[in-house]
């Protein structure tokens, strides 16, 4: 798998989520997986179960934070009290890259927990890389940001999300967790071509693939993470992966959550289009 | 000072470039947002049409959404508007079982509309977003019908659930740490996951047992809410009224809901609200003071005391 900066020059492989109903076969069976993303939310508590699990799973496995919250996008300022939590988890956890979502979430301190979309201009392609860089000079590990699924746009746009991807991501100098799952959704929501987005963003950025499932209404489609990935969505996977290099590839499953071995053997199945792309010759 | 006049060329090229948001558009855009997300929905689950000063809905939404061939603008920011109160109150109702069960479904569902609309989280984590429904409920116990007092307690022994399951625990204090120390100044610390109680009912039995069969609290995660479907609240007999002294605190990462003696919920409260020790015996009669060395024998194995 490609080592860049963006990832902290690390070479994962196929990873899943550590979710609650696979703790037990985890710590028990104690299954070979190449890495664990964790959502930071959910370990960034004081003491208690949730931490002495974590400690466990580092005792075994590699982890890579994920975040929910930050909210890189609103105009609130940064939450120093929440920085100096996940910076302890950062330290405990030793993650080489961390993640979050290219979105805003609250506003005047009041929080939606929800990764709502964000405006693509250039005053808040400004705020959010500045924000970014903060959280990663404050953090010292490098970040990548996630493009989210979305069921609105704005009239304010100035600019396509790909191009708000990219005016991010190059006036922060981060990395890119790359969803090809959301780009399929969005895609959906918003009626423009997902190749278009792929072949848009730039490829030496992506630290991390993320792969999952949605469920489609009549009208637009919700990223629900309760199913296995659809076809259209491996395709666009094989493309980034064309793009960007085999890249530390994470499945999400988060409602409905099957046995921990049919999460991972969905998630292994990245390995085939790995496999079809190294066996093209360069 | 007069300010010169513009070129035309300058004028020209202002017209092809189109205003650019300023962040404190940018900031405008995210209230507006954040208003109509966050505002409570119909009895039928859908977003409201009417905005909160009578002009229709779909007229502040499409002032700043688009709407595409299969959504109007409406629509588009309604899934955002139902997919907030859908996790929010999922979130509330995963915590709160026991005030549930004492309320019945429809009263807890307007309650914790009525509370959410109140207390929007102000925090990152969803695990703080029940932290002042007991408050709520006694400043406002209309929602409760005639359970105000117990659901206002069950609220109180659930945030102290969620308070000792993943609040810090400190290095614990030893014999040692008290050699030598005058009982008039010495100030114990107890653990912060340690919540003292004093209920009129026995509520730790009734949640006990209906925990039992609960699921565990949901992880936060980035997926959107499928539509709820939750489990019936379960039948369980009513709590028996009959004042009990509780303290809720962790043990081996395991939350315990420990009986207490009023003399020793006296004494730990006195002490939790920083008494000295002697100040603390103080509180509590010279039969109790007898039994005081077990008692803090016992609370030292717990390790409720901390050296800070």
């Known amino acids: 798998m490609p080592a860049n900066r963006f990832n902290g020059f690390t070479d994962y492989g196929i990873g899943i989520g550590l979710r609650i109903p696979h703790y037990q076969h985890i710590l028990s069976q104690k299954p070979t997986v190449d890495w664990f993303e964790i959502i930071s939310e959910n370990f960034m508590v004081d003491g208690?179960?949730?931490?002495?699990?974590?400690?466990?799973?580092?005792?075994?496995?590699?982890?890579?934070?994920?975040?929910?919250?930050?909210?890189?996008?609103?105009?609130?300022?940064?939450?120093?009290?929440?920085?100096?939590?996940?910076?302890?988890?950062?330290?405990?956890?030793?993650?080489?890259?961390?993640?979050?979502?290219?979105?805003?979430?609250?506003?005047?301190?009041?929080?939606?927990?929800?990764?709502?979309?964000?405006?693509?201009?250039?005053?808040a392609a400004k705020l959010t890389a500045r924000k970014i860089r903060e959280t990663r000079d404050f953090l010292e590990v490098p970040i990548a940001v996630e493009n989210v699924s979305s069921y609105a746009e704005f009239h304010v746009s100035e600019m396509t999300e790909w191009e708000f991807l990219n005016e991010v991501v190059e006036r922060a100098d981060c990395g890119i967790l790359l969803d090809v799952n959301n780009i399929y959704v969005s895609s959906f929501n918003h009626g423009f071509d997902p190749f278009e987005y792929l072949n848009s963003i730039p490829a030496a950025r992506v630290a991390q693939i993320h792969i999952a499932g949605h469920s489609k209404y009549r009208k637009y489609i919700l990223d629900t993470h309760d199913h296995a990935v659809i076809d259209p969505v491996w395709q666009l996977y094989a493309r980034a992966i064309e793009r960007a290099g085999p890249t530390a590839t994470l499945l999400e499953w988060d409602a409905h959550i099957p046995s921990f071995d049919e999460v991972h053997n969905?998630?292994?199945?990245?390995?085939?289009?790995?496999?079809?792309?190294?066996?093209?010759?360069? | 000072m007069k300010r010169s006049k513009r070129t035309n060329s300058s004028a020209s090229s202002k017209r092809s470039r189109p205003k650019r948001q300023t962040t404190a558009e940018l900031c405008s855009l995210q209230r507006l947002m954040a208003a109509a997300v966050m505002r409570p929905l119909t009895a039928k689950q859908r977003m409201r049409t009417e905005w909160m000063d009578d002009t229709p809905t779909k007229k502040v939404a499409a002032s700043f959404i688009k709407p595409n061939k299969r959504l109007t603008s409406f629509e588009r920011l309604e899934i955002y508007n139902r997919q907030y109160w859908f996790r929010v109150?999922?979130?509330?109702?995963?915590?709160?079982?026991?005030?549930?069960?004492?309320?019945?479904?429809?009263?807890?569902?307007?309650?914790?509309?009525?509370?959410?609309?109140?207390?929007?989280?102000?925090?990152?984590?969803?695990?703080?977003?029940?932290?002042?429904?007991?408050?709520?409920?006694?400043?406002?116990?209309?929602?409760?019908?005639?359970?105000?007092?117990?659901?206002?307690?069950?609220?109180?022994?659930?945030?102290?659930?969620?308070?000792?399951?993943?609040?810090?625990?400190?290095?614990?204090?030893?014999?040692?740490?008290?050699?030598?120390?005058?009982?008039?100044?010495?100030?114990?610390?107890?653990?912060?996951?340690?919540?003292?109680?004093?209920?009129?009912?026995r509520?730790?039995?009734?949640?006990?047992?209906?925990?039992?069969?609960?699921?565990?609290?949901?992880?936060?995660?980035?997926?959107?809410?499928?539509?709820?479907?939750?489990?019936?609240?379960?039948?369980?007999?009513?709590?028996?009224?009959?004042?009990?002294?509780?303290?809720?605190?962790?043990?081996?990462?395991?939350?315990?809901?420990?009986?207490?003696?009023?003399?020793?919920?006296?004494?730990?409260?006195?002490?939790?609200?920083?008494?000295?020790?002697?100040?603390?015996?103080?509180?509590?009669?010279?039969?109790?003071?007898?039994?005081?060395?077990?008692?803090?024998?016992?609370?030292?194995?717990?390790?409720?005391?901390?050296?800070?």
């Open chain 1, 48 to 123: 208690g179960r949730p931490l002495e699990l974590l400690d466990k799973i580092l005792e075994q496995y590699r982890v890579v934070q994920h975040g929910v919250s930050m909210y890189f996008g609103s105009t609130d300022p940064l939450n120093r009290e929440h920085l100096k939590k996940l910076k302890r988890l950062v330290k405990q956890t030793k993650t080489p890259w961390l993640s979050d979502h290219l979105c805003w979430g609250s506003v005047d301190g009041r929080y939606t927990h929800d990764l709502l979309p964000m405006p693509y201009t250039f005053a």
């Open chain 1, 266 to 282: 969905e998630a292994l199945k990245a390995n085939q289009f790995i496999r079809q792309l190294q066996a093209v010759p360069a």
């Open chain 2, 89 to 201: 109150q999922e979130c509330i109702y995963e915590d709160y079982p026991g005030v549930r069960a004492v309320l019945g479904e429809k009263r807890f569902q307007n309650l914790t509309i009525a509370y959410l609309a109140n207390h929007p989280s102000t925090s990152f984590t969803l695990r703080n977003l029940g932290r002042y429904l007991s408050e709520f409920i006694a400043a406002e116990p209309k929602w409760t019908g005639d359970e105000i007092e117990l659901s206002r307690q069950m609220a109180q022994l659930e945030w102290a659930h969620i308070e000792a399951f993943d609040n810090e625990a400190r290095t614990p204090i030893t014999p040692a740490d008290l050699q030598g120390k005058d009982a008039g100044s010495l100030r114990l610390k107890l653990q912060p996951h340690i919540v003292l109680l004093e209920l009129d009912w």
């Open chain 2, 203 to 308: 509520l730790d039995d009734y949640l006990i047992a209906l925990r039992e069969n609960s699921r565990m609290r949901r992880e936060a995660s980035n997926a959107m809410e499928s539509f709820i479907t939750h489990d019936r609240t379960q039948t369980i007999r009513p709590p028996k009224r009959k004042p009990v002294c509780l303290a809720v605190h962790r043990y081996n990462n395991v939350v315990y809901y420990k009986r207490l003696k009023p003399g020793q919920y006296a004494l730990l409260s006195a002490l939790h609200h920083g008494d000295s020790l002697a100040e603390a015996l103080g509180q509590i009669t010279p039969k109790q003071a007898s039994q005081v060395g077990v008692w803090f024998q016992d609370w030292a194995v717990l390790g409720w005391f901390s050296r800070r």
